[in-house]
């Protein structure tokens, strides 16, 4: 089950698979494919519980998962970025200025982190309420908005953000 895809800046494709639903023993993983296309595991990616969002920024690679945590790809393995708050965790993207939304299925809410200090160390807040079931998200570097599909409802949600 192939959710999203990003271009880190190693040159490397990432592939994020949620796992398969009516397995329990599935937790999916994250991969990574070099330019020869040889495909491997992202490493430590195969401990993450249905990772579903993935992103690339200045900053790395960052996965979200349905089991509601964020984590950066780091040579070392997942480096716990964003804890559970009894999230499912979708989409995710950065913004111009560093700071990162991600769509959380739970309660059907965007949440936000607003960059500061150089990395995204700010606190989570909810940006958007009753987006059921938010897609992957995306992201309009040159209006600073946040793109929200909104797959039961067939539309897509449009939301600027300030400055």
């Excluded at 895809?5 to 599935?26: I, K």
């Excluded at 990772?51 to 480096?79: H, K």
């Amino acid at each position: 089950s192939l959710s999203d895809v990003a271009v880190g800046r190693d040159g490397l494709v990432y592939v994020t698979d949620r796992g398969a639903e009516e397995s329990a023993e599935s937790t999916g993983g994250v991969y990574a494919i070099d330019a020869e296309g040889n495909v491997s595991m992202a490493k430590g990616a195969g401990e993450l519980q249905g990772p579903l969002g993935v992103s690339s920024s200045d900053r790395g690679v960052f996965v979200a998962s349905q089991g509601g945590r964020v984590v950066q790809l780091t040579p070392d393995g997942p480096r716990g970025v964003v804890r559970s708050r009894g999230w499912r965790l979708g989409g995710i993207v950065f913004t111009r200025d560093g700071s990162f939304l991600f769509a959380n299925w739970a309660d059907s809410t965007v949440l936000f982190v607003r960059a500061k200090e150089g990395g995204s160390k700010g606190d989570v807040f909810t940006l958007v309420r009753g987006t059921p079931s938010p897609g992957e998200l995306g992201y309009d570097a040159r209006r600073n908005r946040v793109m929200i599909p909104l797959p039961s409802l067939n539309r897509v949600l449009l939301v600027d953000l300030e400055g």
